[in-house]
Nanobody, 128 residues
Framework: QLQLVESGGGLVQPGGSLRLSCAASGFTLEDYYTIYWFRQAPGKEREGVSCISGSGGSGGRTTYGDSVKGRFTISRDNAKHRVYLEMNSLKPEDTAVYYC?????????????????WGQGTQVTVSS
């Protein structure tokens, strides 16, 4: 089954940090894929967290949701075929299931979203 796999979630105290990882299962996460991070808290709608464009389009351009700007950083390691979400200064309101999604089109970018693959999510809980 072709899907993404998230890892790195867990329980952390407010002000702490976590690094989430997104990898592919059954295929290769190519460097030209645009990758998105979303989150969904209980009772709330899914929220876009961050995006990194593939190498064929905007060349690694990144975007962030307003609620995470300055605290979260998205990056990719093309040699390892992984995308990361570094989360710092975590707040209780960051508690959610975090998902990654991928657009496999060459030349894709964050401004023209399409989601060909999804992961099953990883739980992040920020609590003292």
């Amino acid at each position: 089954q072709l899907q993404l796999v998230e890892s790195g979630g867990g329980l952390v105290q407010p002000g702490g940090s976590l690094r989430l990882s997104c990898a592919a299962s059954g295929f290769t996460l190519e460097d030209y894929y645009t990758i998105y991070w979303f989150r969904q808290a209980p009772g709330k709608e899914r929220e876009g967290v961050s995006c990194i464009s593939g190498s064929g389009g905007s060349g690694g351009r990144t975007t962030y949701g307003d609620s995470v700007k300055g605290r979260f950083t998205i990056s990719r390691d093309n040699a390892k075929h992984r995308v990361y979400l570094e989360m710092n200064s975590l707040k209780p309101e960051d508690t959610a299931v975090y998902y990654c999604a991928a657009d496999r089109r060459y030349g894709s970018g964050c401004q023209d979203p399409r989601y060909d693959y999804w992961g099953q999510g990883t739980q992040v809980t920020v609590s003292s």
